[in-house]
């Protein structure tokens, strides 16, 4: 049986919850991300000490100006970073095959941005998301250390 949780919270407690879910992980996590805001210097930290002990990162974003930097640190990093269209529609991670997260926009008002989160703790579910979305899309996507150098 899945375990969903739905929750409505501000937009600047991303990084945060994004760093909270990344940290379950044990060896892999797939990202579908219309932007980067959520990888601040805590979160690469966060990214940096699960890269080493030995969990894969794979991400497909959508390319912008103002991304570029952060995809080259994330690539620094050692995280598979990709670019693809599809990404500006799409928000959500998968922990291990077990999770998956999907934040999905809602704008309040012109100056207030919230997202809700919807967690869903079924092995099943997670990859069957992985399967037929992710997969798809990750192997579609361009590399991203090839656009931006």
């Known amino acids: 049986m899945a375990d969903i949780i739905v929750n409505r919270k501000s937009f600047k407690l991303l990084p945060r919850m994004t760093r909270d879910f990344m940290k379950r992980a044990t060896e892999e996590i797939n990202i579908i991300t219309r ?20 969990v894969r990162i794979k991400i497909v974003g959508k390319f912008g100006e103002e991304s570029k930097e952060i995809i080259k640190q994330l690539v620094k990093l050692g995280a598979i970073v990709k670019l693809h269209e599809f990404a500006g529609e799409a928000r959500f991670m998968i922990i291990d095959e077990k999770e998956v997260v999907f934040a999905i926009r809602e704008p309040l008002t012109p100056t207030e941005r919230h997202y809700v989160g919807i967690m869903i703790k079924d092995e099943s579910t997670a990859k ?3 399967q037929y979305v992710f997969n798809g899309i990750f192997k579609e996507a361009e590399e991203a250390d090839y656009v931006v150098s």
Do not use: Q
């Open 128 to 130: 069957t998301v992985k």
């Open 35 to 54: 932007s980067f805001t959520w990888a601040d210097d805590e979160t690469l930290e966060v990214m940096y000490a699960l890269i080493n002990k030995g």
